[in-house]
């Protein structure tokens, strides 16, 4: 007798039910595991997909122009924006701009009470 000629048995109705219930936990993790997958590829696809459009955006070169004598007095970035303090002879004024198209978004400007 040789090995390929080897009898395998009949499993019992208890093994059956057992390989049937392990069959069908194996398949829901494969189905699991494959939605998980193709999740991550969607979201990988729309954040690279949404951000091609911001590269194109901010190329371009941007002068903006401040009132004579102003002085910047600092600079900064705050979400979206970028932040410009400007000392206008005595008067602080705050400018935000666009931080993807350096539009300007806003102005600020501080004075004191009479």
């Not at 494959?34 to 070169?61: M, N, P, Q, T």
């Amino acid at each position: 007798m040789t090995t390929s000629d080897t009898a395998v048995p009949e499993p019992t109705p208890e093994q059956a039910a057992l390989f049937a219930r392990v069959r069908r936990m194996m398949l829901i993790a494969g189905l699991t595991t494959a939605l998980a997958f193709c999740a991550v590829l969607i979201a990988v696809g729309y954040r690279l997909f949404k951000s091609e459009g911001r590269a194109v955006e901010s190329a371009a070169d941007v002068t903006a122009t401040l009132p004579k004598g102003a002085k910047i007095v600092a600079t900064g970035i705050a979400g979206d924006r970028l932040v410009i303090t400007l000392d206008l002879g005595g008067v602080t004024e705050i400018r935000t701009f666009d931080a993807h198209t350096l539009k300007p978004a806003g102005k600020l400007k501080f004075a004191n009470e009479p």
